[in-house]
């Protein structure tokens, strides 16, 4: 299994500011996910970030609105830029179990309140 | 093709009573089929998974039902308990490869 923890747990936040998210692990995790759950709907995959390269991003996610850091393997940054009120949502951080079930560990979320 | 369908969006069910929630795929590649558990305030946890080489997979009071042919599977909770109460989402993926989260279920079990 894996821990993790993100801050902040929650934030409200004005329009037009940035507000970056973190992201820590229990263990050293190759690859790091980011999803978005917004009220009511679905968990989307944001982005996938590896240590020491580029995130790759998902159709409709782009790194100018979500840039990711990585800088080590237990470690990730999500940053939401120029906010808007359509950007209120939890986002959470995920990594992957043993790689032979499938399994993502997620943190308890960070929920973002954009006014 | 990359959906997954989910219903019913809510559900209450009565305490002893047998939960059910149904989920559908398009993309016949998808090979990796968990649901997973969200108490409010805490991320999603795996609950049970199963592959499609098997037609269901009980754990404890918790079954998955598998129809291959028919591109559907469902979670059913038997004896539903009120600490069943939560949000479920289904999901799909092709070799474990990006999950395909559905739009989830909150249940609610009544005393």
């Known amino acids: 299994s894996a821990v993790i923890s993100q801050k902040p747990s929650r934030d409200i936040c004005q329009r037009g500011t940035s507000l970056t998210i973190q992201c820590q692990v229990d263990s050293q995790v190759t690859m790091m996910f980011w999803y978005r759950q917004q009220p009511g709907q679905s968990l989307t995959l944001i982005a996938t970030?590896?240590?020491?390269?580029?995130?790759?991003?998902e159709s409709g996610f782009v790194i100018d609105k979500f840039p990711i850091s990585r800088p080590n393997l237990t470690f990730s940054t999500l940053t939401v830029s120029n906010m808007s009120p359509e950007d209120s949502s939890i986002y959470l951080c995920?990594?992957?179990?043993?790689?032979?079930?499938?399994?993502?560990?997620f943190g308890e979320g960070s929920r973002l309140t954009v006014l | 093709q990359q959906q997954v369908k989910q219903s019913p969006q809510s559900l209450i069910v009565q305490k002893g009573g047998i939960s059910i929630i149904n989920c559908a795929y398009e993309?016949?590649?998808?090979?990796?089929f968990p649901w997973y558990q969200q108490f409010p305030g805490k991320g999603p946890a795996l609950l049970i998974a199963i592959r499609p080489d098997v037609s269901e997979k009980k754990e404890g009071r918790f079954t998955i039902s598998f129809n291959k042919s028919a591109k559907q599977f469902s979670l059913h909770i038997m004896d539903s308990q009120p600490g069943d109460s939560a949000t479920y989402f289904c999901a799909a993926s092709k070799a474990f490869q990006k999950l395909v989260f559905g739009t989830g279920t909150r249940l609610l079990v009544s005393p």
């Open positions: 995920s990594v992957e179990g043993n790689s032979n079930t499938g399994e993502l560990f």
């Open positions: 970030a590896n240590q020491g390269s580029e995130a790759t991003y």
């Open positions: 993309n016949t590649a998808f090979d990796y």
